[in-house]
């Protein structure tokens, strides 16, 4: 089992920036993936970016050049910076994990942080 707590959402206007930061414990393989999806009201779960172990990325379009993931592996930690926010980035971001290379391995996640950008 995998246990995932996010932090650092909050209300900002139009611009601004934020941090969010995922705490993953429990059963975490070495090679693995950890990401941010979102979703807003009314709009199915979309990917925001994902960063391998060893250290691929990966973004959505909408968010290329104004988000960065990063992640600490020796403390099981993975950020979002997320800056130039638009009333759009407006969600529910969810922390999850991924094991890779294991056949029908589960996916983790958190309860999520709610991110809400004011125009």
């Known amino acids: 089992q995998v246990q995932l707590v996010e932090s ?3 209300l900002v206007q139009a611009g601004g920036s934020l ?4 705490a993953a414990s429990g059963s975490i393989f070495n090679v693995n993936v950890m990401g ?3 979703q807003a009201p009314g709009k199915q779960r979309e990917l925001v970016a994902t960063l391998t172990s060893g250290a691929i990325s990966n973004y959505a379009d909408s968010v290329k ?6 992640r600490d592996n020796a403390k099981n930690m993975v950020y979002l910076q997320m800056n130039s926010l ?3 980035d ?3 971001y969810y922390c999850n994990y991924h094991r890779l ?3 029908n391995s589960p996916d983790y996640w958190g309860r999520g942080t709610q991110v809400t950008v004011s125009s």
């Open 90 to 92: 407006t969600a529910v």
């Open 36 to 38: 941010w999806y979102r």
């Open 101 to 103: 290379f294991m056949r």
């Open 19 to 22: 941090r969010l930061s995922c």
């Open 86 to 88: 638009k009333p759009e």
């Open 8 to 10: 650092g959402g909050g």
């Open 65 to 70: 050049g104004r988000f960065t993931i990063s």
